[in-house]
């Protein structure tokens, strides 16, 4: 695969390859740079009825994805909100493999974090040549780093998909969705079914926009499904198989709140700048996600506002059971849920009026006519990695492996007006605050405060600084600059020998906007 | 010192590395190192390790390290612990003062 | 008065010595007090891994924010020798005896640490001492042991093996160790050092921990030892002296102020000498305040 010599050093000071291979680079100008066009969306989905009779329900896999018309060279997806449960991947990619197809486009939503069957084996057989998600992990990153792929994998936000498929830069051909209950005739949803995920959320854009719909489900309840997530006239089969996931990943139990000292004081830390900020008032908006530091911060902003007297209109994003607890409460208004972290939170949106499935692009997409990320206040996100310019990097390990995923972290930052990222000084022997990441996924100018073991570094290129500063000291808060703790992170570790790449792009980040904001090499070995 | 016989000085939890060290038969230092962070640290730690291996006067050891992320000073710490060990006798604290 | 620096000691927490993630971590809290330990948290085979491991940690990771502490192993044991050497090198604020029963016992290691301060050129004396009293012999010697040795800036009541030499129950509310608290106080009192408190065991228990830290700062005790990082915000917001307190620091150190420039040998404030300790005391009330972020630079008084 032929890449240009030619470079572009982008607005966060990344030297990009002008072409790799047929992949024409816009590199990334700024967080809000960017025009969003006013073109109709582009859509595969076409008007005709392609069933007659009233049951789309096919006998098998096989036969749905022969009926689907799926051939060499065309783009599948997949939804992520089986988490690591899915088993659905698996059997549809052994059937399309026995089917002889070849050389597939692979578009989940996000993480590919599949481990049997290996991903791998299918890009080694030709059955996919290209990979689309928002990150990649495990045996397949390993593997991808080490130049598996002819063509560079391309990293998206989860905001960025939506607007890619609608933008026409990604179509998908026919879109594979997994469901916790279908009725014969399509409608579909992770709300009930004995292994309920929740929300559906990201597969909706995929639902509306492909050439073809598959729902793939264990259960099968009497027509009409209700909830419908995904309603019947987006579907075209529908298949039973004996199981979609692993029941225990699926709807595994509430994770419960870290007992690691360090964590819970950031986790505290993180809460206090959001109660000492001006914006923390009657009627605001929250968002702070799953892992282990996110769930002690939910607890510790859900005792200042008990303590305060202070209710949220709404929380955003992925749901957890300290989510769902705090909405019981009366604390949150409700609940817009993307996702669900947990079963307590997959359950709780048919249970509860107030907690609502969204979907994604609702949520993040940063060209549509608004995404709820607009209307946030606080939005609370983890990092592997953090620069004195405050570029985020949730990617790449410290021997660059890939270990993260995009998810919606840049979307998080650039749309919340106050964006915290917590993360510990150091893990072990690896410096998290450094001079420059090692892969820039969130820019800088889109990061108002880094929270750490050792005090709040703020950004004075935030848009909210000078406020942010003036309330955090009028709380007592301790704040150091970035530079203090990137220095504190060295003197504990010493310097690091640099990640020494190749010149092959491996892997292309994408911002939101569809321009490149870095790219990932190939390790030298 | 001389390395008498095999010792063991650390642990495998994170920050921490565990070592053992024992006579190399007159081959002479011959380190195996395992890290979560040996491409970051690699050489630092080995240097580390032939430093202290040097300090004590050790011509022949085979030093194995498994390393879960512990800072320079807590490898040299585990060294000085197992080589004392290796070679049964106590630390002469005097030593520091050279410094 | 020559200028000493104030070491707050509101709270202490230990970091095991065997426990280098522990020892880490431990330099990120927000107590006033580091205690690398050598003794309890570390078991006997484990002694000289450990011995190399805080001194090498002290010696080039120490907080330079925080009162710095070896503890060692008790006076009796095979280890206290070498620790000595080794914990003296590391050059911290402090050593912390554990089971301390009679004024020799502290008198024979101060001789021992100025030996060792002297060979390496150290300030002899520089190094202070912290005496925990941990058994009834402990307490009823607490008077000479408090007097013992101009090093000696704290003692620490320890709750556990106290309630075993009294051979009583160890309980929540405290009452078995009521006397000994009280009884280690008044020497402390008596000799003008710090008193501190014991560890309240419960970590999960929010209101308990308030309330006996509420105790202990009535009773007059100057800090508490923690014995989880969770208590040492809580632990902390107690010693916060209140505006009374504040003011009235600030008004005996003006006095003293005036008092220097008018060049006067004796000082008073509301028709009473200001000592010494007062003054210290005055200046640890201003640090308290200072720690807990209230600012009394122009404060009207």
Same mark, same amino acid.
């Given at each position: 695969? /032929?890449?240009?010599?030619?470079?572009?050093?982008?607005?966060?000071?990344?030297?990009?390859?002008?072409?790799?291979?047929?992949?024409?680079?816009?590199?990334?100008?700024?967080?809000?740079?960017?025009?969003?066009?006013?073109?109709?969306?582009?859509?595969?989905?076409?008007?005709?009825?392609?069933?007659?009779?009233?049951?789309?329900?096919?006998?098998?896999?096989?036969?749905?994805?022969?009926?689907?018309?799926?051939?060499?060279?065309?783009?599948?997806?997949?939804?992520?909100?089986?988490?690591?449960?899915?088993?659905?991947?698996?059997?549809?990619?052994?059937?399309?493999?026995?089917?002889?197809?070849?050389?597939?486009?692979?578009?989940?939503?996000?993480?590919?974090?599949?481990?049997?069957?290996?991903?791998?084996?299918?890009?080694?057989?030709?059955?996919?040549?290209?990979?689309?998600?928002?990150?990649?992990?495990?045996?397949?990153?390993?593997?991808?780093?080490?130049?598996?792929?002819?063509?560079?994998?391309?990293?998206?936000?989860?905001?960025?998909?939506?607007?890619?498929?609608?933008?026409?830069?990604?179509?998908?051909?026919?879109?594979?969705?997994?469901?916790?209950?279908?009725?014969?005739?399509?409608?579909?949803?992770?709300?009930?079914?004995?292994?309920?995920?929740?929300?559906?959320?990201?597969?909706?854009?995929?639902?509306?926009?492909?050439?073809?719909?598959?729902?793939?489900?264990?259960?099968?309840?009497?027509?009409?499904?209700?909830?419908?997530?995904?309603?019947?006239?987006?579907?075209?089969?529908?298949?039973?198989?004996?199981?979609?996931?692993?029941?225990?990943?699926?709807?595994?139990?509430?994770?419960?709140?870290?007992?690691?000292?360090?964590?819970?004081?950031?986790?505290?830390?993180?809460?206090?700048?959001?109660?000492?900020?001006?914006?923390?008032?009657?009627?605001?908006?929250?968002?702070?996600?799953?892992?282990?530091?996110?769930?002690?911060?939910?607890?510790?902003?859900?005792?200042?506002?008990?303590?305060?007297?202070?209710?949220?209109?709404?929380?955003?994003?992925?749901?957890?059971?300290?989510?769902?607890?705090?909405?019981?409460?009366?604390?949150?208004?409700?609940?817009?849920?993307?996702?669900?972290?947990?079963?307590?939170?997959?359950?709780?949106?048919?249970?509860?009026?107030?907690?609502?499935?969204?979907?994604?692009?609702?949520?993040?997409?940063?060209?549509?006519?608004?995404?709820?990320?607009?209307?946030?206040?606080?939005?609370?996100?983890?990092?592997?990695?953090?620069?004195?310019?405050?570029?985020?990097?949730?990617?790449?390990?410290?021997?660059?492996?890939?270990?993260?995923?995009?998810?919606?972290?840049?979307?998080?930052?650039?749309?919340?007006?106050?964006?915290?990222?917590?993360?510990?000084?150091?893990?072990?022997?690896?410096?998290?605050?450094?001079?420059?990441?090692?892969?820039?996924?969130?820019?800088? /100018?889109?990061?108002?405060?880094?929270?750490?073991?050792?005090?709040?570094?703020?950004?004075?290129?935030?848009?909210?600084?000078?406020?942010?500063?003036?309330?955090?000291?009028?709380?007592?808060?301790?704040?150091?600059?970035?530079?203090?703790?990137?220095?504190?992170?060295?003197?504990?570790?010493?310097?690091?020998?640099?990640?020494?790449?190749?010149?092959?792009?491996?892997?292309?980040?994408?911002?939101?906007?569809?321009?490149?904001?870095?790219?990932?090499?190939?390790?030298?070995? | 010192?001389?390395?008498?016989?095999?010792?063991?000085?650390?642990?495998?939890?994170?920050?921490?590395?565990?070592?053992?060290?024992?006579?190399?038969?007159?081959?002479?230092?011959?380190?195996?190192?395992?890290?979560?962070?040996?491409?970051?640290?690699?050489?630092?730690?080995?240097?580390?390790?032939?430093?202290?291996?040097?300090?004590?006067?050790?011509?022949?050891?085979?030093?194995?390290?498994?390393?879960?992320?512990?800072?320079?000073?807590?490898?040299?710490?585990?060294?000085?612990?197992?080589?004392?060990?290796?070679?049964?006798?106590?630390?002469?604290?005097?030593?520091?003062?050279?410094? | 008065?020559?200028?000493?620096?104030?070491?707050?000691?509101?709270?202490?927490?230990?970091?095991?010595?065997?426990?280098?993630?522990?020892?880490?971590?431990?330099?990120?809290?927000?107590?006033?007090?580091?205690?690398?330990?050598?003794?309890?948290?570390?078991?006997?085979?484990?002694?000289?891994?450990?011995?190399?491991?805080?001194?090498?940690?002290?010696?080039?990771?120490?907080?330079?924010?925080?009162?710095?502490?070896?503890?060692?192993?008790?006076?009796?044991?095979?280890?206290?020798?070498?620790?000595?050497?080794?914990?003296?090198?590391?050059?911290?604020?402090?050593?912390?005896?554990?089971?301390?029963?009679?004024?020799?016992?502290?008198?024979?290691?101060?001789?021992?640490?100025?030996?060792?301060?002297?060979?390496?050129?150290?300030?002899?004396?520089?190094?202070?001492?912290?005496?925990?009293?941990?058994?009834?012999?402990?307490?009823?010697?607490?008077?000479?042991?408090?007097?013992?040795?101009?090093?000696?800036?704290?003692?620490?009541?320890?709750?556990?093996?106290?309630?075993?030499?009294?051979?009583?129950?160890?309980?929540?509310?405290?009452?078995?160790?009521?006397?000994?608290?009280?009884?280690?106080?008044?020497?402390?009192?008596?000799?003008?050092?710090?008193?501190?408190?014991?560890?309240?065991?419960?970590?999960?228990?929010?209101?308990?921990?308030?309330?006996?830290?509420?105790?202990?700062?009535?009773?007059?005790?100057?800090?508490?030892?923690?014995?989880?990082?969770?208590?040492?915000?809580?632990?902390?917001?107690?010693?916060?002296?209140?505006?009374?307190?504040?003011?009235?620091?600030?008004?005996?150190?003006?006095?003293?102020?005036?008092?220097?420039?008018?060049?006067?040998?004796?000082?008073?404030?509301?028709?009473?000498?200001?000592?010494?300790?007062?003054?210290?005391?005055?200046?640890?009330?201003?640090?308290?305040?200072?720690?807990?972020?209230?600012?009394?630079?122009?404060?009207?008084?």
């Amino acid at each position: 695969m /032929e890449q240009s010599r030619e470079t572009y050093i982008n607005a966060v000071g990344r030297e990009i390859p002008k072409q790799i291979g047929n992949y024409v680079v816009k590199p990334y100008t700024g967080a809000y740079t960017t025009v969003p066009s006013d073109a109709p969306v582009h859509t595969l989905r076409t008007a005709g009825k392609h069933i007659s009779g009233d049951c789309k329900m096919v006998e098998n896999l096989k036969d749905a994805i022969v009926k689907t018309g799926l051939k060499d060279g065309m783009t599948i997806s997949f939804h992520h909100s089986f988490r690591e449960g899915d088993e659905i991947i698996g059997q549809v990619l052994t059937a399309i493999r026995e089917l002889g197809i070849k050389g597939l486009r692979f578009a989940p939503s996000a993480v590919v974090n599949i481990k049997n069957p290996s991903i791998v084996d299918f890009v080694k057989d030709g059955t996919i040549d290209r990979i689309e998600a928002s990150g990649i992990r495990g045996e397949l990153g390993d593997a991808v780093l080490d130049g598996l792929m002819e063509k560079p994998v391309i990293l998206r936000t989860h905001g960025s998909r939506p607007r890619a498929i609608e933008a026409g830069e990604l179509q998908i051909d026919v879109a594979f969705i997994g469901a916790s209950a279908a009725d014969e005739y399509g409608n579909a949803t992770g709300q009930i079914g004995p292994n309920a995920c929740g929300s559906l959320g990201y597969s909706f854009v995929d639902a509306m926009n492909a050439g073809k719909v598959v729902v793939i489900t264990d259960y099968l309840v009497d027509y009409p499904c209700c909830p419908a997530s995904i309603s019947q006239q987006y579907v075209d089969y529908v298949v039973k198989v004996d199981r979609i996931g692993d029941p225990d990943k699926i709807g595994k139990g509430a994770a419960r709140m870290t007992k690691n000292p360090r964590d819970l004081l950031i986790a505290e830390r993180a809460a206090d700048v959001m109660a000492a900020s001006r914006m923390f008032k009657e009627n605001f908006s929250f968002q702070t996600g799953a892992g282990a530091i996110s769930i002690a911060c939910t607890n510790y902003l859900s005792d200042r506002m008990e303590q305060r007297g202070v209710k949220a209109s709404f929380a955003l994003g992925g749901m957890t059971a300290a989510i769902v607890d705090m909405y019981k409460k009366g604390l949150v208004r409700v609940l817009e849920c993307s996702q669900s972290f947990d079963a307590v939170a997959a359950r709780a949106i048919a249970e509860e009026p107030g907690i609502v499935e969204i979907d994604n692009a609702v949520y993040s997409n940063p060209f549509t006519k608004g995404s709820m990320l607009d209307k946030l206040n606080f939005g609370v996100l983890g990092a592997l990695e953090v620069d004195t310019d405050f570029n985020v990097n949730i990617l790449t390990g410290s021997s660059g492996e890939m270990m993260g995923g995009l998810g919606g972290g840049p979307d998080v930052a650039a749309g919340s007006d106050i964006s915290i990222v917590c993360l510990p000084v150091v893990r072990g022997r690896t410096p998290s605050i450094t001079k420059k990441v090692f892969t820039c996924c969130t820019p800088g /100018e889109t990061v108002a405060a880094v929270v750490t073991e050792a005090g709040i570094a703020l950004n004075p290129k935030h848009k909210y600084y000078a406020e942010l500063k003036e309330d955090l000291e009028n709380a007592n808060l301790k704040l150091v600059s970035i530079e203090y703790l990137q220095q504190l992170a060295e003197s504990l570790t010493g310097v690091p020998k640099p990640i020494e790449t190749t010149d092959r792009v491996v892997c292309i980040v994408e911002y939101r906007d569809g321009t490149v904001i870095d790219v990932i090499k190939e390790i030298k070995k | 010192m001389e390395i008498k016989k095999p010792a063991v000085a650390g642990t495998l939890e994170s920050s921490d590395c565990q070592i053992v060290i024992r006579p190399n038969g007159g081959e002479g230092i011959e380190i195996e190192l395992e890290s979560d962070v040996a491409v970051m640290f690699g050489d630092s730690i080995r240097e580390t390790i032939q430093n202290t291996l040097e300090e004590f006067g050790v011509k022949d050891a085979y030093v194995e390290i498994r390393d879960k992320g512990a800072l320079d000073c807590v490898i040299k710490a585990r060294m000085e612990c197992v080589i004392c060990r290796g070679a049964e006798e106590k630390y002469d604290w005097t030593k520091e003062d050279a410094r | 008065m020559a200028e000493k620096t104030i070491h707050l000691k509101r709270t202490s927490l230990y970091a095991s010595g065997a426990s280098p993630v522990n020892m880490i971590q431990a330099i990120f809290y927000n107590e006033d007090m580091l205690i690398y330990d050598l003794e309890d948290s570390v078991p006997a085979s484990e002694k000289d891994a450990a011995r190399f491991l805080v001194y090498n940690m002290v010696k080039n990771h120490r907080p330079k924010d925080k009162y710095v502490c070896i503890r060692v192993n008790g006076i009796y044991s095979e280890y206290l020798e070498e620790d000595l050497q080794a914990a003296v090198r590391a050059n911290p604020d402090c050593i912390r005896i554990p089971k301390v029963e009679y004024a020799r016992e502290v008198q024979d290691i101060s001789r021992r640490i100025a030996a060792i301060e002297e060979k390496i050129g150290l300030e002899v004396g520089k190094i202070e001492l912290i005496c925990n009293i941990e058994s009834y012999m402990g307490v009823i010697n607490a008077m000479e042991i408090a007097h013992s040795d101009p090093r000696v800036v704290a003692m620490a009541v320890s709750a556990e093996d106290l309630t075993a030499s009294l051979k009583a129950q160890r309980t929540k509310k405290g009452l078995e160790v009521f006397y000994a608290r009280n009884a280690v106080l008044m020497a402390c009192r008596s000799a003008g050092i710090d008193a501190l408190d014991i560890v309240f065991s419960d970590i999960n228990d929010k209101e308990g921990l308030e309330e006996d830290t509420a105790l202990a700062k009535n009773l007059g005790f100057d800090g508490k030892t923690c014995i989880h990082p969770r208590q040492i915000d809580t632990v902390n917001s107690f010693f916060t002296p209140s505006m009374k307190e504040i003011k009235y620091a600030l008004r005996v150190l003006q006095a003293v102020e005036e008092g220097k420039k008018q060049h006067k040998g004796a000082v008073t404030l509301d028709g009473g000498m200001i000592d010494k300790p007062m003054e210290l005391r005055a200046l640890t009330t201003l640090a308290q305040a200072k720690a807990a972020g209230i600012r009394t630079e122009g404060m009207v008084i």
